[in-house]
């Protein structure tokens, strides 16, 4: 499979444990977060986003907190399983254009 | 199903050579967008078109080039004047105006390697 962010930060959690994949953002007046998870030679793909008027958003085993008063972002995924392994960034859209700026990204990798 | 297709998956060009990348989407979407991924590195942005016939350059447009002749098609054309084209390319596409997310919807990739 293709191998994408060789030297990027690794999270290691066990099978059943919680994770959080953090992420600092680089724009105080950006007011849309996205995060997507990508596996080994794919593209990447949508879990959940946020507006910038609330603090936290809850998905299905994934939550979203948002903090801009530290321009921090994380992802929580309960009960993590083997198929959440993967690559995920976070990615924040600048203001009056249509375009993402993307983070480096983080790899989670899961052990049973 | 609606969907992003990218062509080739994997491909192999030598010094010098031109080599064009396609992507195909129908979800009716307006805005298409290539990214260029390398290890350690987040998605760069090197074009975009928000309608037919028009397209602008990302963070790192030189050497590449693209079309947008159609709606559902935004080729990539990696030209001999980029200096270090091996990498992953993604394709991506989204609805603006009436309906905007934010999100985008990527392609599967298209993995060149110049030899």
């Known amino acids: 499979g293709e191998s994408v962010g060789l030297h990027l930060p690794t999270l290691s959690v066990q099978e059943g444990d919680n994770s959080i994949i953090n992420c600092a953002y680089s724009n105080s007046a950006s007011d849309y977060f996205i995060w997507y998870k990508q596996e080994s030679g794919k593209g990447p793909q949508f879990i959940i986003d946020?507006?910038?008027?609330?603090d936290k958003r809850q998905g299905q085993r994934v939550t979203v907190l948002l903090n801009k008063t530290v321009k921090h972002l994380s992802l929580q995924i309960a009960a993590t399983q083997p198929g959440d392994s993967a690559v995920y960034f976070c990615?924040?859209?600048?203001?009056?254009?249509?375009?993402?700026?993307f983070g480096t990204g983080t790899r989670l990798q899961v052990f049973p | 199903d609606g969907g992003i297709t990218q062509s080739p998956k994997y491909l192999f060009r030598k010094e010098g050579q031109n080599v064009t990348l396609s992507c195909e989407q129908n979800l009716n979407h307006d805005a298409m967008y290539w990214y260029r991924q390398d290890p350690g590195q987040g998605l760069r942005l090197i074009y975009y078109s928000q309608i037919v016939n028009d397209f602008q350059k990302g963070d790192i447009a030189e050497g590449y080039s693209v079309s947008r002749e159609k709606k559902e098609s935004f080729p990539l054309t990696v030209t001999s004047a980029q200096k270090n084209p091996t990498a992953f390319y993604l394709c991506a596409s989204e609805t603006i105006g009436t309906g905007y997310t934010g999100e985008l919807f990527f392609g599967e990739g298209s993995r060149l390697t110049v030899l």
């Open positions: 990615a924040e859209n600048m203001p009056g254009t249509d375009k993402l700026i």
């Open positions: 946020i507006r910038s008027n609330m």
